[in-house]
């Protein structure tokens, strides 16, 4: 008989549990006689990564005992329920199962009981980071060997991020609509269905106690924490191998595999349907969005970044041959068959739709992180000011499932960053609870010189702003 050991918390007034991914158990399976050693690159595409609980076999003590010794011997754990090592003797205690626990078991077909612990959330942000060095603030461009097994450690000569682990909370309304790529102890007759009970019970339970949601609270500057959360994110696609192209993926919108599926899941919204005109971002991601978008009659915007008075280059399939479709949904193709479109002229147009590129997005709030620069929120604001944007345009992001964080805190947001309505990821698409202001105008304070270089239209933006 088994027991597993469910942390469950609030966040966003949603309960979640935590589950963790364990590489450790990739790295040693690629090691069996099946891999390929002509192609590696194929044997790592091929591994498959699972959430999973912490599990153990109920020892001959009793399954609290069992519990005991999971979190005693967890640093994450121990974290999370705040153990001290004079807590150890009396952790039954410490951890009260009476009064924030509960015991779920199954029938004969199941050798498993679930133990649930409700406790404070602690933000996975903080919880990923215990023993690991900090990122710096700054975006990494840096080389990097992705290493999660001891066979890699003795490669010097590069920079070696080892994550063995990784936490995550997990909602447990996507649990049990089956939308997390879960592993086989969660997998076994009955266990989903129970998970609904702890799900009511933990909602019952903050209810009845009028507790307070706790508010994720770190003790470090905002840069940091958003250094962590993009760091955190680049490290799982890139240990993942979720991502095409460029390597690393650090310092980028991540390219990840499977995004043309976003495509056709964007196309599933009426919005899609009835729009005319969409502003898509112009990275590698969503390049074959851009085409999809073509093919299907709309008129795509898309940043002309280098031009002095110019916001975007219009793409209109009208007039473009259908073999110079692929080639316009590219940055180049789009410069050199677009029209440009410079400022006094955007706000002849509406835009039904804008794609914004993410590196991590809330799916509960829609709260989102770029890469750092801010172009999309720039840019956004740009269009609302010289009227092409306004509350009805719809702001969508294309994600990976691996870059959805739940508890990415509202405080990485701030009046002139832009949010998100809708996320497409190759699998669902996922409506936010979005209740952030978006930008209405630019924030000059917010602009340095850098900004000015890599974006020269905001020279002539600020020229016209101020004859206005």
Not at 83 to 91: K, M, R, S, V
Not at 275 to 284: D, G, K, M, Q
Not at 306 to 334: E, M, Q, V
Request: aromatic share 6%.
């Amino acid at each position: 008989m088994r027991v597993i050991v469910l942390p469950v918390c609030q966040v966003e007034l949603h309960p979640h549990v935590l589950l963790k991914y364990d590489f450790q158990i990739n790295s040693s399976s690629i090691k069996s006689p099946d891999v390929n050693k002509s192609n590696p690159s194929k044997n790592a595409h091929a591994q498959e990564f699972y959430l999973t609980p912490y599990c153990s076999l109920i020892l001959s003590s009793g399954s609290i005992h069992t519990v005991c010794e999971i979190i005693k011997n967890s640093i994450v754990l121990r974290q999370l329920f705040n153990i001290q090592t004079e807590d150890e003797a009396n952790l039954e205690n410490k951890i009260d199962f009476k009064e924030h626990g509960r015991f779920i078991a199954f029938g004969p077909e199941t050798d498993i009981c679930i133990c649930a612990l409700l406790i404070p959330h602690i933000s996975s942000l903080e919880l990923n980071y215990i023993n690991q060095i900090d990122p710096p603030i700054s975006r990494q461009n840096s080389k990097i060997n992705y290493a999660h097994s001891q066979s890699h450690s003795s490669n010097k000569e590069k920079i070696s991020v080892e994550r063995d682990t990784v936490h995550l909370w997990i909602s447990l309304n996507d649990l049990c609509h089956k939308s997390i790529h879960i592993d086989l102890i969660l997998k076994q007759p009955g266990i989903l269905s129970k998970l609904s009970q702890i799900d009511s019970w933990a909602q019952s339970y903050h209810e009845n106690t009028h507790q307070s949601v706790a508010k994720t609270n770190i003790d470090t500057s905002l840069q940091l924490i958003k250094a962590r959360a993009r760091t955190l994110v680049w490290d799982i696609m890139e240990i993942k191998n979720e991502i095409l192209y460029p390597h690393p993926v650090h310092g980028r919108i991540p390219n990840f595999r499977n995004n043309p599926n976003c495509s056709t899941n964007l196309a599933q919204l009426e919005e899609f349907q009835r729009a005319r005109v969409i502003e898509i971002c112009p990275s590698l991601a969503q390049e074959h969005l851009r085409l999809f978008s073509l093919y299907q009659g709309k008129v795509v915007l898309t940043p002309a970044p280098s031009i002095d008075d110019a916001i975007c280059y219009k793409l209109d399939p009208t007039f473009l041959r259908n073999h110079d479709l692929a080639r316009a949904a590219t940055k180049s193709g789009a410069a050199a068959l677009g029209t440009i479109i410079n400022l006094t002229a955007i706000g002849n147009l509406h835009v039904d739709i804008f794609v914004v590129a993410s590196v991590i997005v809330n799916p509960i709030s829609g709260a989102r992180l770029g890469k750092g620069k801010g172009y999309g929120d720039i840019e956004y604001a740009m269009m609302h000011q010289l009227g092409a944007c306004n509350d009805r345009t719809l702001v969508v992001t294309t994600v990976h499932e691996s870059q959805l964080l739940n508890d990415l805190p509202a405080s990485v947001m701030t009046e002139h960053d832009l949010p998100v309505n809708v996320i497409i990821t190759p699998k669902r698409i996922i409506y936010t609870n979005n209740t952030f202001t978006r930008p209405h105008a630019i924030n000059w304070n917010d602009i340095d010189t850098e900004t000015m270089l890599n974006l020269p239209v905001l020279k002539e933006f600020k020229r016209i702003q101020k004859a206005i």
